[in-house]
């Protein structure tokens, strides 16, 4: 599903629909923060592997200037997770 023509989300599919919201504000305000503070972006792709009761596992990748940057993260509730990949690239990209 695309959040706009460089950010895409894979396997949220069956998500709550509360829950989708949360995460495409969650990303969207990461991705806007990652835009104007860090670098311009050509493409954000968050995927959720695995959304089971008891884990959540999260991949993401960041291309910018066709630099792959990459990140996975697994955590108990989802939401946290997301915030770890979301930290795990900004971080990447600073370096």
Same mark, same amino acid.
């Given at each position: 599903? +695309?959040?706009?023509? *460089?950010?895409?989300?894979?396997?949220?599919?069956?998500?709550?629909?509360?829950?989708?919201?949360? %995460?495409?504000?969650?990303?969207?305000?990461?991705? /806007?923060? #990652?835009?104007?503070? #860090?670098? /311009?972006?050509?493409?954000?792709? %968050?995927?959720?592997?695995?959304?089971?009761?008891?884990?959540?596992?999260?991949?993401?990748?960041?291309?910018?200037?066709?630099?792959?940057?990459?990140?996975?993260?697994?955590?108990? *509730?989802?939401?946290?997770?997301? *915030?770890? #990949?979301?930290?795990?690239?900004?971080? /990447? #990209? +600073?370096?």
């Amino acid at each position: 599903m +695309k959040l706009g023509g *460089n950010i895409e989300l894979e396997g949220f599919d069956n998500l709550e629909p509360a829950q989708l919201v949360v %995460i495409k504000k969650i990303v969207g305000s990461s991705a /806007k923060k #990652i835009a104007e503070e #860090i670098a /311009k972006f050509d493409n954000l792709l %968050i995927t959720l592997k695995e959304n089971e009761k008891d884990k959540a596992t999260l991949t993401g990748k960041i291309t910018i200037n066709g630099n792959d940057h990459e990140a996975e993260a697994s955590d108990k *509730n989802l939401f946290f997770a997301l *915030n770890m #990949i979301l930290n795990e690239l900004t971080t /990447k #990209i +600073k370096q």
